[in-house]
Protein backbone atom coordinates (compact mmCIF):
# COMPACT_ATOMS: atom_id res chain seq x y z
CA UNK A 1 0.00 0.00 0.00
CA UNK A 2 2.85 2.39 0.37
CA UNK A 3 4.21 1.88 -2.84
CA UNK A 4 0.66 2.39 -3.97
CA UNK A 5 -0.18 5.69 -1.74
CA UNK A 6 3.26 6.83 -3.41
CA UNK A 7 2.17 6.36 -7.16
CA UNK A 8 -1.17 7.68 -6.24
CA UNK A 9 0.90 10.94 -5.08
CA UNK A 10 3.37 11.24 -8.12
CA UNK A 11 0.19 10.89 -10.75
CA UNK A 12 -1.58 13.69 -8.78
CA UNK A 13 1.45 15.81 -9.28
CA UNK A 14 1.93 15.04 -12.91
CA UNK A 15 -1.99 15.53 -13.41
CA UNK A 16 -1.50 18.92 -11.66
CA UNK A 17 1.09 20.41 -13.87
CA UNK A 18 -0.08 18.82 -17.30
CA UNK A 19 3.63 17.59 -18.06
CA UNK A 20 2.56 14.23 -18.73
CA UNK A 21 -0.66 15.38 -20.82
CA UNK A 22 2.32 17.46 -22.94
CA UNK A 23 5.12 14.18 -23.40
CA UNK A 24 2.38 11.52 -23.08
CA UNK A 25 -0.55 12.67 -25.51
CA UNK A 26 -0.03 16.26 -27.00
CA UNK A 27 3.30 16.08 -28.53
CA UNK A 28 3.26 12.67 -29.85
CA UNK A 29 -0.40 12.63 -31.57
CA UNK A 30 0.63 16.61 -32.80
CA UNK A 31 3.43 15.26 -34.25
CA UNK A 32 2.17 11.94 -35.89
CA UNK A 33 -0.50 14.13 -37.87
CA UNK A 34 2.41 16.61 -39.03
CA UNK A 35 4.31 13.37 -40.29
CA UNK A 36 1.73 12.06 -41.70
CA UNK A 37 0.55 14.71 -43.92
CA UNK A 38 3.93 15.87 -44.94
CA UNK A 39 5.10 12.30 -45.90
CA UNK A 40 1.55 10.45 -46.59
CA UNK A 41 1.77 11.24 -49.81
CA UNK A 42 5.08 10.42 -50.58
CA UNK A 43 4.07 6.73 -49.20
CA UNK A 44 0.57 6.44 -50.66
CA UNK A 45 1.59 7.47 -53.92
CA UNK A 46 -0.68 9.06 -56.38
CA UNK A 47 -0.17 10.15 -59.77
CA UNK A 48 -1.87 11.71 -62.97
CA UNK A 49 -0.52 11.61 -66.52
CA UNK A 50 -2.01 12.66 -70.28
CA UNK A 51 -0.62 11.16 -73.17
CA UNK A 52 -0.78 13.04 -76.16
CA UNK A 53 -0.47 10.15 -79.33
CA UNK A 54 1.01 12.14 -82.22
CA UNK A 55 1.89 9.35 -84.43
CA UNK A 56 -0.80 6.56 -84.12
CA UNK A 57 1.71 3.86 -85.25
CA UNK A 58 1.96 0.52 -83.87
CA UNK A 59 4.84 1.07 -81.52
CA UNK A 60 2.93 4.15 -80.46
CA UNK A 61 -0.45 2.13 -79.60
CA UNK A 62 1.58 -0.20 -78.31
CA UNK A 63 3.41 2.64 -75.38
CA UNK A 64 -0.49 3.67 -75.27
CA UNK A 65 -1.84 0.23 -74.36
CA UNK A 66 0.71 0.17 -71.72
CA UNK A 67 -0.26 3.46 -69.92
CA UNK A 68 -4.07 2.14 -69.96
CA UNK A 69 -2.88 -1.13 -68.58
CA UNK A 70 -1.03 0.15 -65.52
CA UNK A 71 -4.28 3.17 -65.10
CA UNK A 72 -7.01 0.22 -64.73
CA UNK A 73 -4.80 -1.16 -61.77
CA UNK A 74 -4.84 1.63 -60.38
CA UNK A 75 -1.30 2.94 -60.27
CA UNK A 76 -2.81 6.45 -61.42
CA UNK A 77 -5.16 7.93 -63.70
CA UNK A 78 -4.49 8.56 -67.37
CA UNK A 79 -6.44 11.39 -69.62
CA UNK A 80 -5.94 11.98 -73.56
CA UNK A 81 -4.66 15.28 -75.06
CA UNK A 82 -5.14 15.50 -78.86
CA UNK A 83 -1.81 17.72 -79.12
CA UNK A 84 1.67 18.55 -77.72
CA UNK A 85 0.42 21.71 -76.44
CA UNK A 86 -3.02 20.35 -75.10
CA UNK A 87 -0.65 17.63 -73.08
CA UNK A 88 1.74 20.80 -71.83
CA UNK A 89 -1.45 23.16 -70.82
CA UNK A 90 -2.66 19.67 -68.79
CA UNK A 91 0.21 19.95 -66.99
CA UNK A 92 1.03 23.94 -66.64
CA UNK A 93 -2.73 24.16 -64.70
CA UNK A 94 -2.26 21.09 -62.29
CA UNK A 95 -4.52 18.75 -63.65
CA UNK A 96 -1.87 16.13 -64.49
CA UNK A 97 1.13 15.53 -62.67
CA UNK A 98 3.02 14.81 -66.42
CA UNK A 99 2.39 13.99 -69.76
CA UNK A 100 3.69 11.85 -72.77
CA UNK A 101 4.29 13.31 -76.14
CA UNK A 102 4.68 11.19 -79.15
CA UNK A 103 6.07 12.91 -81.83
CA UNK A 104 4.59 11.95 -85.38
CA UNK A 105 6.29 9.41 -87.21
CA UNK A 106 7.37 7.49 -84.42
CA UNK A 107 6.86 4.28 -85.28
CA UNK A 108 8.06 4.11 -88.68
CA UNK A 109 11.50 6.03 -87.51
CA UNK A 110 11.67 3.29 -85.07
CA UNK A 111 10.62 0.25 -87.29
CA UNK A 112 13.61 1.68 -89.52
CA UNK A 113 16.49 1.35 -86.77
CA UNK A 114 16.18 5.20 -86.45
CA UNK A 115 16.61 7.33 -82.82
CA UNK A 116 13.57 8.58 -81.56
CA UNK A 117 12.39 10.37 -78.70
CA UNK A 118 9.12 10.18 -76.00
CA UNK A 119 9.20 13.53 -74.71
CA UNK A 120 7.74 13.61 -71.10
CA UNK A 121 6.53 17.27 -70.00
CA UNK A 122 6.78 17.46 -66.12
CA UNK A 123 4.91 19.68 -63.03
CA UNK A 124 7.74 20.98 -61.43
CA UNK A 125 5.86 20.88 -58.34
CA UNK A 126 5.48 17.01 -59.08
CA UNK A 127 9.02 16.14 -58.98
CA UNK A 128 7.96 12.28 -57.48
CA UNK A 129 5.44 11.83 -60.43
CA UNK A 130 8.03 13.57 -63.21
CA UNK A 131 10.53 10.73 -62.30
CA UNK A 132 7.86 7.87 -61.96
CA UNK A 133 6.71 9.35 -65.73
CA UNK A 134 10.45 9.75 -66.98
CA UNK A 135 10.91 6.15 -65.56
CA UNK A 136 7.86 4.42 -67.62
CA UNK A 137 9.50 5.84 -70.74
CA UNK A 138 12.77 5.05 -70.36
CA UNK A 139 11.21 1.50 -69.32
CA UNK A 140 9.69 1.33 -72.79
CA UNK A 141 12.76 2.74 -75.24
CA UNK A 142 14.96 0.25 -73.28
CA UNK A 143 12.47 -2.50 -74.77
CA UNK A 144 12.39 -1.04 -78.28
CA UNK A 145 15.91 -1.21 -78.10
CA UNK A 146 15.83 -4.90 -76.58
CA UNK A 147 14.25 -5.12 -80.07
CA UNK A 148 16.28 -3.80 -82.18
CA UNK A 149 19.46 -5.35 -80.61
CA UNK A 150 17.66 -8.97 -81.24
CA UNK A 151 16.73 -8.30 -84.81
CA UNK A 152 20.51 -7.43 -85.79
CA UNK A 153 21.87 -10.47 -83.67
CA UNK A 154 19.50 -12.77 -85.63
CA UNK A 155 20.84 -10.70 -89.14
CA UNK A 156 23.99 -11.02 -87.66
CA UNK A 157 23.69 -14.66 -87.05
CA UNK A 158 22.50 -15.45 -90.50
CA UNK A 159 25.82 -13.76 -91.91
CA UNK A 160 24.29 -10.40 -92.79
CA UNK A 161 25.48 -6.90 -91.58
CA UNK A 162 23.21 -5.08 -89.60
CA UNK A 163 24.40 -1.42 -90.73
CA UNK A 164 22.60 -0.08 -93.58
CA UNK A 165 20.53 -3.07 -94.16
CA UNK A 166 16.67 -2.89 -95.06
CA UNK A 167 16.13 -6.23 -93.24
CA UNK A 168 16.79 -4.88 -90.17
CA UNK A 169 13.80 -2.43 -90.24
CA UNK A 170 11.81 -4.93 -91.73
CA UNK A 171 12.50 -7.30 -89.05
CA UNK A 172 12.16 -5.09 -85.88
CA UNK A 173 8.88 -3.70 -87.03
CA UNK A 174 7.46 -7.38 -87.25
CA UNK A 175 8.71 -7.77 -83.90
CA UNK A 176 7.30 -4.47 -82.57
CA UNK A 177 4.33 -5.52 -83.90
CA UNK A 178 3.87 -8.41 -82.38
CA UNK A 179 1.33 -8.85 -79.49
CA UNK A 180 3.85 -10.19 -76.83
CA UNK A 181 5.69 -6.56 -77.10
CA UNK A 182 1.95 -4.48 -77.00
CA UNK A 183 0.99 -6.21 -74.08
CA UNK A 184 4.03 -7.34 -71.71
CA UNK A 185 6.15 -4.63 -70.65
CA UNK A 186 3.70 -2.60 -67.68
CA UNK A 187 1.98 -3.85 -65.33
CA UNK A 188 1.52 -4.05 -61.55
CA UNK A 189 2.46 -7.10 -60.10
CA UNK A 190 0.98 -8.37 -56.60
CA UNK A 191 3.13 -10.16 -54.26
CA UNK A 192 1.33 -13.63 -53.28
CA UNK A 193 2.51 -13.05 -49.65
CA UNK A 194 0.41 -11.15 -47.20
CA UNK A 195 2.49 -7.41 -46.97
CA UNK A 196 3.87 -6.48 -43.59
CA UNK A 197 4.32 -2.89 -44.48
CA UNK A 198 2.68 -0.34 -42.69
CA UNK A 199 0.80 2.49 -44.02
CA UNK A 200 1.86 5.82 -43.50
CA UNK A 201 -0.51 6.75 -40.87
CA UNK A 202 -0.18 4.07 -38.44
CA UNK A 203 3.79 3.70 -38.91
CA UNK A 204 4.00 7.45 -37.95
CA UNK A 205 1.74 7.23 -35.35
CA UNK A 206 3.36 4.20 -33.56
CA UNK A 207 6.54 5.75 -34.35
CA UNK A 208 5.83 8.80 -32.47
CA UNK A 209 3.76 6.83 -29.74
CA UNK A 210 7.15 4.86 -29.20
CA UNK A 211 9.57 7.36 -29.17
CA UNK A 212 7.46 9.54 -26.70
CA UNK A 213 6.93 6.49 -24.45
CA UNK A 214 10.76 6.44 -23.71
CA UNK A 215 10.05 10.42 -22.48
CA UNK A 216 6.77 9.95 -21.14
CA UNK A 217 7.74 7.24 -17.84
CA UNK A 218 10.44 9.23 -16.82
CA UNK A 219 7.96 11.17 -14.38
CA UNK A 220 7.93 8.13 -12.66
CA UNK A 221 11.22 7.04 -12.04
CA UNK A 222 12.92 10.42 -11.85
CA UNK A 223 10.94 10.95 -9.10
CA UNK A 224 13.71 9.23 -6.79
CA UNK A 225 16.04 12.11 -7.79
CA UNK A 226 13.57 14.30 -6.99
CA UNK A 227 12.73 13.08 -3.89
CA UNK A 228 16.53 13.30 -3.01
CA UNK A 229 17.40 16.81 -4.53
CA UNK A 230 14.41 18.10 -2.62
CA UNK A 231 15.29 16.37 1.17
CA UNK A 232 11.71 14.94 1.28
CA UNK A 233 13.76 11.17 0.82
CA UNK A 234 15.20 11.53 4.73
CA UNK A 235 11.63 11.57 5.24
CA UNK A 236 10.71 8.72 2.96
CA UNK A 237 13.37 6.32 4.58
CA UNK A 238 12.45 7.16 8.06
CA UNK A 239 8.77 6.42 7.68
CA UNK A 240 7.87 2.52 8.61
CA UNK A 241 7.89 1.60 4.55
CA UNK A 242 10.66 -0.42 2.99
CA UNK A 243 13.12 1.24 0.18
CA UNK A 244 11.84 -1.45 -2.07
CA UNK A 245 8.58 0.22 -1.53
CA UNK A 246 9.73 3.98 -2.66
CA UNK A 247 10.95 2.05 -5.78
CA UNK A 248 8.15 0.07 -6.44
CA UNK A 249 5.71 3.21 -6.12
CA UNK A 250 7.82 5.33 -8.75
CA UNK A 251 8.18 2.38 -10.97
CA UNK A 252 3.94 1.93 -10.83
CA UNK A 253 4.00 5.84 -11.65
CA UNK A 254 6.00 4.93 -14.48
CA UNK A 255 4.01 2.17 -15.96
CA UNK A 256 0.61 3.80 -15.31
CA UNK A 257 1.86 6.74 -17.17
CA UNK A 258 3.14 4.65 -20.15
CA UNK A 259 -0.11 2.42 -20.66
CA UNK A 260 -2.40 5.48 -20.43
CA UNK A 261 0.03 7.46 -23.01
CA UNK A 262 0.27 4.40 -25.17
CA UNK A 263 -3.46 3.54 -24.77
CA UNK A 264 -4.89 7.15 -25.85
CA UNK A 265 -2.22 7.22 -28.50
CA UNK A 266 -4.12 4.14 -30.17
CA UNK A 267 -7.30 5.32 -29.86
CA UNK A 268 -6.72 8.54 -30.59
CA UNK A 269 -4.62 8.12 -33.93
CA UNK A 270 -7.17 5.03 -34.99
CA UNK A 271 -9.70 7.84 -34.18
CA UNK A 272 -8.30 11.21 -35.88
CA UNK A 273 -5.82 9.64 -38.37
CA UNK A 274 -6.96 6.69 -39.41
CA UNK A 275 -4.24 4.95 -38.44
CA UNK A 276 -4.97 0.70 -38.14
CA UNK A 277 -2.73 -0.85 -35.19
CA UNK A 278 -4.26 -4.13 -36.17
CA UNK A 279 -5.54 -6.70 -33.49
CA UNK A 280 -6.55 -5.49 -30.04
CA UNK A 281 -4.74 -7.80 -28.25
CA UNK A 282 -1.23 -8.07 -30.22
CA UNK A 283 -1.50 -4.06 -29.73
CA UNK A 284 -2.15 -4.77 -26.00
CA UNK A 285 0.98 -6.93 -25.74
CA UNK A 286 3.47 -4.89 -27.64
CA UNK A 287 2.15 -1.70 -25.70
CA UNK A 288 3.04 -3.61 -22.88
CA UNK A 289 5.87 -4.80 -23.25
CA UNK A 290 7.14 -1.41 -25.15
CA UNK A 291 5.90 0.18 -21.49
CA UNK A 292 8.34 -2.29 -19.59
CA UNK A 293 11.26 -1.41 -22.17
CA UNK A 294 11.20 1.82 -21.54
CA UNK A 295 10.87 1.64 -17.48
CA UNK A 296 13.78 -0.07 -18.12
CA UNK A 297 16.20 1.83 -20.21
CA UNK A 298 14.80 4.87 -17.29
CA UNK A 299 16.04 2.80 -14.29
CA UNK A 300 19.37 2.58 -15.78
CA UNK A 301 20.12 6.12 -16.47
CA UNK A 302 18.17 7.32 -12.87
CA UNK A 303 20.47 4.29 -11.41
CA UNK A 304 23.94 6.64 -12.75
CA UNK A 305 22.46 10.38 -13.29
CA UNK A 306 23.37 12.49 -10.13
CA UNK A 307 20.25 15.08 -10.85
CA UNK A 308 16.66 15.21 -11.97
CA UNK A 309 18.25 17.40 -14.34
CA UNK A 310 20.92 15.72 -15.98
CA UNK A 311 18.78 12.35 -15.99
CA UNK A 312 16.14 14.16 -18.16
CA UNK A 313 18.74 15.18 -20.36
CA UNK A 314 20.33 11.57 -20.66
CA UNK A 315 16.71 10.05 -21.20
CA UNK A 316 15.95 12.38 -23.97
CA UNK A 317 19.27 11.84 -25.71
CA UNK A 318 18.91 8.08 -25.43
CA UNK A 319 15.59 8.20 -26.59
CA UNK A 320 15.83 9.83 -30.04
CA UNK A 321 18.90 7.81 -30.42
CA UNK A 322 17.29 4.39 -30.13
CA UNK A 323 14.45 6.04 -32.24
CA UNK A 324 16.30 7.02 -35.18
CA UNK A 325 18.08 3.90 -34.82
CA UNK A 326 15.11 1.83 -34.17
CA UNK A 327 13.43 3.45 -37.61
CA UNK A 328 10.98 5.26 -36.28
CA UNK A 329 11.64 8.18 -38.29
CA UNK A 330 11.83 6.39 -41.38
CA UNK A 331 11.45 3.05 -42.62
CA UNK A 332 15.46 2.03 -41.58
CA UNK A 333 15.21 -1.15 -43.47
CA UNK A 334 15.30 0.79 -46.73
CA UNK A 335 18.99 1.90 -45.72
CA UNK A 336 19.89 -2.37 -45.79
CA UNK A 337 23.52 -3.16 -44.80
CA UNK A 338 24.96 -3.16 -41.20
CA UNK A 339 22.50 -0.42 -40.08
CA UNK A 340 19.65 -2.43 -40.86
CA UNK A 341 21.22 -5.03 -38.42
CA UNK A 342 22.20 -2.53 -35.74
CA UNK A 343 18.63 -1.24 -35.78
CA UNK A 344 17.11 -4.51 -34.21
CA UNK A 345 19.31 -4.01 -31.28
CA UNK A 346 16.78 -1.57 -30.21
CA UNK A 347 13.12 -2.21 -29.05
CA UNK A 348 12.04 0.56 -31.44
CA UNK A 349 12.46 -1.70 -34.34
CA UNK A 350 10.64 -4.87 -32.57
CA UNK A 351 8.39 -2.87 -31.86
CA UNK A 352 7.34 -1.51 -35.19
CA UNK A 353 8.13 -5.39 -36.20
CA UNK A 354 5.74 -6.74 -34.25
CA UNK A 355 3.12 -4.15 -35.29
CA UNK A 356 4.13 -5.11 -39.06
CA UNK A 357 2.93 -8.57 -37.98
CA UNK A 358 -0.20 -7.67 -36.84
CA UNK A 359 -0.65 -5.58 -40.30
CA UNK A 360 -0.15 -8.97 -42.68
CA UNK A 361 -3.49 -10.32 -40.40
CA UNK A 362 -1.79 -11.95 -37.69
CA UNK A 363 -3.17 -12.77 -34.61
CA UNK A 364 -1.78 -11.97 -31.02
CA UNK A 365 0.31 -14.87 -31.19
CA UNK A 366 2.15 -13.53 -34.11
CA UNK A 367 4.15 -10.48 -31.81
CA UNK A 368 5.20 -13.08 -29.47
CA UNK A 369 8.85 -12.85 -31.08
CA UNK A 370 8.35 -9.26 -31.11
CA UNK A 371 7.08 -8.58 -27.97
CA UNK A 372 9.19 -11.33 -25.56
CA UNK A 373 12.52 -9.23 -27.79
CA UNK A 374 11.04 -5.76 -26.39
CA UNK A 375 10.13 -6.88 -22.80
CA UNK A 376 13.40 -8.95 -22.68
CA UNK A 377 15.15 -5.36 -23.11
CA UNK A 378 13.62 -3.60 -20.32
CA UNK A 379 13.74 -6.60 -18.18
CA UNK A 380 17.45 -6.92 -18.72
CA UNK A 381 18.25 -2.99 -18.39
CA UNK A 382 16.23 -2.45 -15.34
CA UNK A 383 17.80 -5.39 -13.74
CA UNK A 384 21.48 -4.05 -14.51
CA UNK A 385 19.76 -0.71 -13.02
CA UNK A 386 18.77 -2.38 -9.76
CA UNK A 387 22.63 -3.05 -8.78
CA UNK A 388 23.11 1.18 -8.24
CA UNK A 389 19.36 2.00 -7.76
CA UNK A 390 20.02 1.90 -4.03
CA UNK A 391 22.67 4.93 -4.61
CA UNK A 392 19.57 6.75 -5.22
CA UNK A 393 18.01 5.87 -1.93
CA UNK A 394 20.02 7.63 0.38
CA UNK A 395 19.72 11.09 1.57
Known amino acids: MAAVRIALKDLTQRVRDRSAFLWGIVAPLGLAAIF ?30 QLEILEQDGVFTLEVAETSAAAEALVEDGSVDAAFVIPAGFSASVGAGAAEEVEVIGNVDQAIATQVARSIAAGFAGEINTVGAAACTALSAGGE ?21 LDSPAGLVESPAASKELSSETFYSAGMAILFLFLTVQFGVLGLLEERQNGTMRRLLAAPISPRSIVAGKALTSFVLGIVSMTVLVVGTTLL ?34 TPEQASNLQA ?13 FPIAQVGGFVANLSLITPHAWFLRGLGDLAAGGGASAVFP ?6 LFGIVTGGLAQLRIGRVLQP
Open 36 to 65: SLLFGPVADFEASFAIADLDGGNVAVGFVE
Open 161 to 181: PCEANPALGALAADALAEPAF
Open 273 to 306: LGAEWGNSLGVAIMVLAGVIAAMGIMFVVAAFAR
Open 317 to 329: IIAFVLAMLGGTF
Open 370 to 375: AALYVA
